[in-house]
């Protein structure tokens, strides 16, 4: 059943958005986490009680925005119903502002931060700790197993634990994928998603440079199962969770006939904390200069220093 969404009050919140401090907006905003090309928050207004949204504000037209929801809604039916994976009810929402500009909103209902498989996992024990690792493993591995008997249709898919959220926690882990706004899948080798999108918040001369430099290794690794179970591994350290890497390294390797190790994750982690590093230092060097050289508007919120 769709979410009730009053899109009038959320272009008002739209329009009203501080980018730089969205906690001071003109209907205030509580940031609750950043994706790859969108940033998650709750809108403090009791109409959007029990919600949470991911702005996402890279389209130059609505017909660019149009596409993504329709890729978007097909990416969710594909993991809903030929990957089998649970996935959070979502709905995009198309905004146009009176100025002119385009952005898309997903709504989710609003999850308990102790739910986030990231904070549950810190917050078990370490049997707990091993059954909802595993648990994130068998969801990744059904991506594994619908692309090898689909010819025409390959799906990517961000497993890092913080993606999932458990949906029930009694007997085996029940996970639900969460992460849903970076609908990657490709149709006859064809990426659905433009990945350009991902460049449009660094200055449009370095954008190149990161697509040229690493734009086809980020999303490449998406698609290739020991890859994805290498940055779930990875993205432990980031949680502050290496002391559990050794034993999901294990866990993984029931899984791998190439088996990995702790020092090829922290090495994989070492350079993926290089390139977002890189991507986020672009992205704020932009905000610089279109905020205090030009004195124009930044349409991304970004976060702030990424512990890592």
């Known amino acids: 059943m769709p979410f009730d969404i009053n899109k009038e009050l959320l272009k008002e919140f739209e329009e009203g958005l501080n980018t730089l401090k969205p906690e001071k907006s003109r209907i205030p905003a509580k940031i609750i986490g950043y994706g790859e090309i969108s940033t998650v928050f709750t809108i403090e207004h009791p109409s959007f009680n029990s919600l949470v949204f991911k702005r996402i504000p890279v389209f130059s037209s609505r017909e660019e925005a149009e596409y993504y929801d329709a890729i978007l809604r097909e990416y969710l039916q594909i993991l809903r119903d030929d990957v089998c994976i649970d996935v959070a009810q979502s709905q995009g929402i198309i905004i146009e502002t009176s100025d002119g500009r385009i952005v898309y909103y997903v ?51 961000d497993g890092q634990i913080s993606n999932w959220a458990v949906k029930d926690s009694s007997g085996n882990m029940q996970l639900t994928y969460i992460d849903v706004s970076t609908p990657l899948y490709r149709k006859d080798g064809k990426e659905m998603l433009n990945a350009e999108l991902f460049l449009k918040s660094t200055p449009p001369i370095i954008s190149g440079i990161l697509k040229l430099a690493f734009l086809k290794e980020v999303l490449d690794r998406y698609y ?11 993205n432990l350290f980031k949680e502050g969770l290496s002391e559990f890497v050794p034993k999901a390294v294990d866990i993984v390797n029931d899984f791998l006939d190439d088996k990995i190790s702790v020092d090829q994750v922290k090495s994989y982690y070492k350079r993926d904390a290089f390139i977002w590093s890189l991507f986020q230092s672009m992205r704020r060097t932009h905000r610089f200069f279109r905020t205090k050289i030009m004195r124009k508007r930044y349409e991304f919120v970004l976060p702030g220093k990424i512990k890592r």
């Not at 290739?224 to 990875?234: E, G, P, T």
């Open 107 to 157: 709504v989710q209902e609003l999850i308990p931060k102790s739910n986030i498989a990231n904070s549950f996992i810190i917050s078990v024990d370490e049997k707990d700790k091993i059954n909802v690792f595993k648990q994130a493993v068998v969801e990744i591995l059904k991506v594994k197993t619908f692309n090898e008997r689909s010819d025409k249709i390959k799906v990517g898919i």
């Open 224 to 234: 290739d199962f020991k890859s994805i179970l290498i940055d779930l591994v990875a």
